[in-house]
């Protein structure tokens, strides 16, 4: 349980903010664009300028959870992209993002691993009730880690993140 939350805080800590140039690189590979308003062939260019191809995206999004997609296309990934049950949220305050806490002292994550696929999309719903309750209406990203995964102790490891708005 420490070692996950040693990796969230460390993961947490890389990773950088959801502004920038929309371009859907921003330091750590993660996107800069919610789903809002763009085509899938819009996700998959931005996806082609990530190393991994890769672009997270937030759909339908609610006070209590949101359809989270990830678009795959191009980029170099050596081996298969996976991400796990583990997420985050943060909510943007002026000029910068503070993570959430969990309504939860003792959470534990679930260690199964979902594929991405390569060249196409796979979709993910969040329901955040549970951990985060209704969120107010405000500006937040949901993170998550992703892995190039080529075998048993080789792989790579980096965080994205899907920008999104509550009404």
């Keep these: 349980m420490k070692r996950w939350l040693a990796l969230a805080l460390l993961l947490t800590a890389l990773l950088t903010g959801c502004g920038g140039a929309g371009s859907g690189e921003n330091g750590n590979g993660s996107s800069d664009q919610n789903a809002a308003g763009h085509t899938g062939g819009d996700l998959a260019a931005q996806a082609q300028q990530d190393p991994w191809g ?3 995206a937030a759909e ?3 006070a209590t959870g949101l359809t989270l997609r990830f678009v795959q296309s191009g ?3 050596s081996g298969e992209l996976e991400t796990g049950s583990l997420y985050w949220l943060e909510r943007e305050t002026g000029d910068s993002w503070e ?3 969990p309504l939860i002292e003792d959470l534990a994550w679930t260690t199964e691993a979902y594929l991405i696929a390569m060249d196409g999309e796979t979709e993910m719903t969040v329901d955040w009730t549970a951990l985060y309750g209704e969120l107010p209406s405000g500006s937040y990203r949901l993170g998550k880690s992703v892995m ?6 080789d792989y790579d490891q980096k965080g994205y993140y899907a920008c999104f708005a509550v009404a």
């Excluded at 190039?148 to 102790?153: A, H, L, P, Q, V």
Aim: proline fraction near 6%; avoid cysteine.
């Design 75 to 77: 980029g170099s990934p």
């Design 60 to 62: 339908d999004v609610t």
């Design 148 to 153: 190039d995964f080529r075998d048993t102790g």
């Design 54 to 56: 890769l672009v997270l």
């Design 99 to 101: 993570k959430l806490e």
